[in-house]
């Protein structure tokens, strides 16, 4: 995870670059093979193939996520971009849901898994993944969504695709908008918000259900929660984005009101996983850990807050894609690559810190970036607001 944290953070700053080459759907395609063939890599592990893998989906990883943005924003309108956003992010996140569901029940039971039992697993995932990098050429192209007679504003900047030195200068050209759209206002402000992201990402991911497997007083089902709490929290990841999603167009109030949700239903979270599970079980050895916080641990409370970290952390992500794809309609390579770079730095340092960080200072350093994650998210949004009424536009249309 270090290696591909960290390749990923330093390839967010060439992505857009690449992506302005070759176009987001290209840049999808060849980003999804290389993630077909990491998860190959697991069908018959291998030291250096898996070494070497995690370098090279660090990359795709960067350049996916870029031309996705990318792909997300031409496709949208003001109009159209919650909405979509709520669409996108919950399809994205129902990989946790399934994928969970399978293990939970397949496995059940299972104190040790067989090579046969892997190799079934990887095989699957590795043929899912061919078939939906295949149906990365459906997605219509940029051109397909324009009116005819419509002008390509980008064609003024981009110029034409067939020659090598056009390509280069767009390639340069998108690497310096990059660095300039880091030291712009809004996105400074929005990346204390997606700093968060990141923070909560590398929590519920990965060091919440270290803290369920760690808790012995769970007794015999410890290890089967942990799939079981994956469930819920794609449940909750899956709600969001759909619920976001659909009521996008409905809601007056534009997008801070979610991001409030957000952050409450996080604080709750917060607060219910520091009253039920041991401060010392992101760090418990291999034997789990006997200690009780300040009620004895519970099965039930444990998988509800997993529930609500999902959805907590869907009301952040719609709304972050909203917003970029809103404020940067004719820069979202950059903007998605910026909001990329930052989240991955923020999650590589939490996955760090989580191995020596009791439960408590863990919580309350996501307490903290969150509560100003959410009053910088706020300041933008009202300038996006006060932008949107001077042109003479309804706010809900955001």
């Known amino acids: 995870m270090s290696i591909i944290y960290g390749v990923f953070s330093a390839s967010n700053l060439i ?4 992506v302005a080459i070759v176009g987001p759907q290209l840049s999808m395609v060849v980003s999804g093979i290389f993630y077909s063939l990491y998860i190959a890599v697991f069908i018959q592990p291998a030291t250096w193939a898996f070494y070497t893998a995690s370098v090279f989906i660090g990359i795709a990883a960067a350049v996916l996520w870029t031309a996705q943005g990318n792909c997300l924003t031409v496709n949208s309108d003001e109009n ?3 909405r979509n956003s709520g669409v996108f992010w919950a399809l994205l996140q129902s990989s946790l849901f399934f994928g969970n ?3 939970y029940f397949a496995w059940q039971g299972k104190t040790h ?3 046969s039992d892997r190799r079934t697993v990887f095989i699957a995932l590795t043929v899912i993944s061919l078939v939906g990098t295949v149906l990365f050429f459906l997605i219509r192209k940029q051109e397909d969504t324009k009116a005819p007679g419509e002008e390509d504003s980008a064609n003024e900047i981009l110029g034409d695709s067939s020659s090598a030195q056009n390509k280069m200068t767009r390639a340069v050209a998108a690497f310096k908008k990059s660095i300039k759209l880091s030291f712009t206002k809004e996105i400074l402000l929005l990346s204390v918000t997606t700093a968060y992201t990141g923070l909560e990402l590398t929590f519920f991911s990965g060091v919440y259900g270290t803290c369920i497997g760690a808790v012995n007083r769970f007794g015999s089902e410890e290890k ?13 990841e899956i709600l969001g984005g759909g619920i976001f999603g659909l009521l996008s167009k409905n809601n007056r109030f534009g997008r801070n009101p979610v991001v409030m949700l957000g952050i409450v239903v996080h604080f709750i979270a917060f607060y219910l996983i520091f009253f039920n599970m041991p401060n010392d079980a992101p760090i418990a050895p291999m034997e789990g850990t006997d200690d009780v916080a300040y009620m004895i641990p519970s099965k039930e409370v444990a998988i509800f807050c997993s529930f609500l970290l999902g959805l907590g952390d869907s009301c952040f992500n719609t709304q972050l894609l909203s917003i970029l794809g809103f404020l940067y309609s004719e820069d979202s390579a950059p903007a998605f690559a910026i909001f990329k770079f930052v989240q991955s730095i923020c999650a590589a340092v939490a996955y760090f810190y989580s191995n020596y960080f009791l439960l408590q200072w863990q919580l309350l350093i996501m307490v903290v970036v969150g509560f100003f994650g959410t009053i910088t998210f706020f300041t933008v949004e009202w300038e996006a607001a006060a932008a949107l009424a001077a042109r003479g536009s309804d706010y809900s249309s955001i």
């Open 15 to 18: 992505s857009p670059s690449v």
């Open 80 to 82: 159209t971009i919650g």
């Open 101 to 103: 569901l399978y293990i």
């Open 113 to 115: 898994i067989s090579e």
């Open 224 to 236: 089967s929660l942990i799939g079981l709490s994956g469930i819920f929290i794609g449940v909750g």
